[in-house]
């Protein structure tokens, strides 16, 4: 059976002290699937079964720790309705229709700019294609640690300059929407972890991205960081919430010293301010 994982909403973050001691609370009976989190496009839900059973989502087998914790994301656009499909140790099936709040989206047209500015030459599409093909490597991984039932904190603090799933319309052509949160801060400025990880991916100058680092929190989900100025950690290395990950700054098609935070679960775009809620006041 699934048993509700509650939610610490003080800075709208997950706390798995407070799901544990719930659940050290609740008997083990029969209970229909439950799952706790933000069930809105750009969210995600964790829940926590019997170990044994397996979990689906619209068909797709998703990781269960052996202790019975699962994660799932739904993207920018995800559909209005989700299948979960839980099959008990006993051999009882579960299924649940899991509705998916629409959000709307800042949308700006610009029209008027030079070609150059629009469309990446030839050349600098082959650059954007491998690198693409990196992050998405690194995004696919699937690793049993479970890092994201950690609280998660802003790893840098600042003024939001950029939100997600906005999207810029250029000359008529629509380009790709914004896939996380952009905070303004100057060059230098720490950018720490913002939960537990492993490094899976660091690059010191992409196309789009600058300096970029990618952290995976486990189960599908993971955080990037991108234009930033300096990176001091290094592919592979385990890094604790708060430990320092690089310095703010301007690399990549940025135009002024600020930190682009993206997360996803696996190909899923996941909004990160669900997950750390206000920006703090300083």
Sequence with gaps: ???????????????????????????????????QGNRVQGGIVVGRVDPGTSIEMNGNRVRVSPDGWFLLGFGRDERPNVEVKAVYPSGEVERQIVRIKPRQYQIQRIDGLAPGKVSPSAEDLTRIKWENA???????????????????????????SGVFGSQRILNGEPKRPHYGVDIAAPKGTPVKAPAPGTVTLVHPDMFYTGGTVNLDHGHGLTSIFTHLSK???????????????????????????????????????????LLVGEMPVE
């Design 231 to 273: 990176i001091l950690v290094v592919e592979g290395q385990r890094v604790d919430k708060g430990q320092s990950l690089g310095e703010v700054g301007a690399t990549g098609r940025a135009t002024g010293p600020h930190l682009h935070w993206g997360m996803n679960w696996f190909k899923a775009r996941i909004d990160p301010e």
């Design 1 to 35: 059976m699934l048993v509700a994982k509650t939610i610490r909403r003080s800075a709208g973050c997950l706390s798995a002290a407070v799901v544990l001691a719930l659940i050290g609370s609740v008997p083990w009976a029969k209970a229909d699937l439950a799952l």
């Design 134 to 160: 990196l992050i998405g490597r690194a995004r696919q991984r699937d690793d049993a640690r479970t890092d994201f039932l950690e609280s998660f904190d802003w790893p840098v603090t600042g003024q939001i």
